[in-house]
């Protein structure tokens, strides 16, 4: 059990936003035994521009220092994280590997540590945990700079198979690997992966509010209309092609969309079906409303490298929810086969949508509950300060040649 430590945690992420997100779930889980900063996004230049032409919201007057740039967030339980906005940055991300490249991000990284050790001083943090979560570029700087008694990488995506870090996030992941105490992953396919760079890897899987989704736990037999659903991010991880073969197949049943969808042209596309509905980007609070109208959760995600290193957080949702599941074949789920479709073809992923529309086992919903309150973030809290207190444990035991066995959660 992890109790009693400062947590501060960097990552490219805004702590509020309309999407659930892994790395604020567990910090927030810790922050009950733990004090926990967390280190906003930091907005560059580029976004300041593009928030006065109306284009992205941003806490501006936090942004430029004319606000307090920490602040308190008090969570629904009662605990509480700190967050700190950090000063505006150099959109530096376009830029080409060398030594332009370089020296911004060593001044990129200089502004970030210098406001994280002020926001440290005044919270009173001596020697912090430092969980860098998929933000290696700056990480690799930041190492050593905030008095850290351990430093953590956490890995929930692929960096190398993402647009926005192709130029530069693989070899700053690798370097950031070499120089962390450990890897936490939270796929199977991250955790083979990056055991490579850093033999002391972890496994802690992505879990689900289960009093939220609950909620949305209601019985679905004898409605007249069906609606096949989906929560989470509209993108280029969705099989198109084939949701369009289920919109044709399925064409009195209708299709609802719970997400952002940054792509205006797969939005037209989707949109031309009439049985198809786009509800837009929804705050976690929402989902239930939209899960309740739902009688089958699907994730159509294509097979790639991308997707097979996900753990996706909405087949949890979804089975919280007392949903029937049906998914593609994109990773390893094999964890999940006894409560969910598993498709490896169209024909199989269209048969299974049938079936699920048709279920009338009133016991099956509760099973899906049950099977899903085991993965809930209490549970992977409760791991993830396991394996952090596990590595502080091997750090002040072990000299610094001894070799670390392999550890999963």
Same mark, same amino acid.
């Given at each position: 059990?992890?109790?009693?430590?400062?947590?501060?945690?960097?990552?490219?992420?805004?702590?509020?936003?309309?999407?659930?997100?892994?790395?604020?779930?567990l910090?927030s889980?810790l922050?009950?035994?733990?004090?926990?900063?967390?280190?906003?996004?930091a907005?560059?230049?580029?976004d300041?521009?593009?928030y006065?032409?109306?284009?992205?919201?941003?806490?501006?007057?936090?942004?430029?220092?004319?606000?307090?740039?920490l602040s308190?967030?008090?969570l629904?339980?009662?605990?509480?994280?700190?967050?700190?906005?950090p000063?505006?940055?150099?959109?530096?991300?376009?830029?080409?590997?060398?030594?332009?490249?370089?020296?911004?991000?060593?001044?990129?990284?200089?502004?970030i540590?210098?406001?994280?050790? *002020?926001?440290?001083?005044?919270?009173?943090?001596?020697t912090?945990?430092?969980?860098?979560?998929?933000?290696?570029?700056?990480? &690799?700087?930041?190492?050593?700079?905030?008095?850290?008694?351990?430093?953590?990488?956490?890995?929930?995506?692929?960096?190398?198979?993402?647009?926005?870090?192709?130029?530069?996030?693989?070899?700053?992941?690798?370097?950031?690997?070499?120089?962390?105490?450990?890897?936490?992953?939270?796929?199977?396919?991250l955790?083979?992966s990056?055991?490579?760079?850093?033999?002391?890897?972890?496994?802690?899987?992505?879990g689900v509010d289960i009093?939220?989704? *609950?909620?949305?736990?209601?019985?679905?037999?004898?409605?007249?209309?069906?609606?096949?659903?989906?929560?989470g991010?509209?993108?280029?991880?969705?099989?198109i092609?084939?949701?369009?073969r289920?919109?044709h197949?399925?064409?009195?049943f209708?299709?609802?969309?719970?997400?952002?969808?940054?792509d205006?042209a797969?939005?037209?596309?989707?949109?031309?079906?009439?049985?198809?509905?786009?509800a837009?980007?929804?705050?976690?609070?929402?989902?239930?409303?939209?899960?309740?109208?739902?009688?089958?959760?699907?994730?159509?995600?294509?097979?790639?490298?991308?997707?097979?290193?996900?753990?996706?957080?909405?087949?949890?949702?979804?089975?919280?929810?007392?949903l029937?599941?049906?998914?593609?074949?994109?990773?390893?789920?094999?964890?999940?086969?006894?409560?969910?479709?598993?498709?490896?073809?169209?024909?199989?992923?269209?048969?299974? &949508?049938?079936?699920?529309?048709?279920?009338?086992?009133?016991d099956?919903?509760?099973?899906?509950?049950?099977?899903?309150e085991?993965?809930?973030?209490?549970?992977?809290?409760?791991?993830?300060?396991e394996?952090?207190?596990?590595?502080?444990?091997?750090?002040?035991?072990?000299?610094?040649?001894?070799?670390?066995?392999?550890?999963?959660?």
């Amino acid at each position: 059990m992890l109790k009693g430590h400062d947590i501060v945690g960097v990552g490219l992420l805004n702590w509020e936003n309309d999407y659930t997100k892994s790395t604020m779930q567990l910090l927030s889980e810790l922050s009950g035994d733990n004090q926990v900063l967390f280190v906003n996004y930091a907005c560059t230049v580029k976004d300041i521009w593009q928030y006065f032409r109306k284009q992205k919201q941003i806490p501006l007057a936090q942004v430029i220092g004319y606000k307090d740039r920490l602040s308190c967030h008090q969570l629904d339980d009662g605990r509480e994280v700190y967050v700190l906005i950090p000063p505006p940055m150099l959109p530096i991300n376009q830029l080409r590997p060398g030594w332009l490249y370089n020296a911004l991000l060593r001044w990129n990284t200089h502004r970030i540590t210098k406001s994280t050790r *002020r926001a440290m001083q005044r919270l009173g943090f001596k020697t912090p945990i430092v969980l860098n979560a998929l933000h290696p570029t700056v990480g &690799i700087g930041m190492a050593g700079k905030l008095s850290e008694k351990a430093l953590v990488y956490y890995c929930y995506d692929a960096i190398e198979a993402e647009t926005w870090s192709r130029a530069h996030g693989q070899v700053a992941e690798e370097q950031l690997l070499q120089q962390a105490d450990a890897v936490i992953t939270s796929s199977n396919s991250l955790y083979t992966s990056k055991r490579r760079l850093q033999p002391n890897c972890f496994l802690v899987e992505n879990g689900v509010d289960i009093p939220l989704f *609950r909620r949305a736990n209601v019985s679905r037999i004898n409605r007249e209309s069906k609606t096949i659903g989906y929560i989470g991010s509209i993108d280029n991880r969705l099989d198109i092609d084939l949701l369009e073969r289920c919109f044709h197949q399925f064409p009195d049943f209708r299709f609802l969309f719970v997400g952002r969808v940054p792509d205006p042209a797969l939005a037209q596309r989707l949109g031309r079906f009439s049985n198809v509905m786009l509800a837009g980007s929804q705050p976690p609070s929402s989902l239930p409303e939209f899960l309740t109208k739902m009688d089958v959760g699907l994730i159509p995600f294509y097979l790639n490298e991308q997707t097979k290193a996900i753990y996706p957080l909405k087949i949890n949702e979804y089975l919280a929810a007392g949903l029937p599941v049906v998914s593609t074949n994109f990773t390893d789920l094999t964890a999940f086969e006894p409560v969910v479709s598993i498709s490896p073809s169209a024909d199989e992923f269209i048969a299974a &949508i049938e079936a699920a529309l048709v279920e009338t086992n009133p016991d099956l919903p509760k099973q899906r509950l049950l099977f899903a309150e085991a993965n809930s973030w209490e549970n992977r809290g409760r791991q993830f300060g396991e394996v952090l207190a596990n590595v502080l444990a091997q750090k002040s035991t072990l000299s610094p040649n001894t070799v670390v066995p392999d550890y999963i959660v």
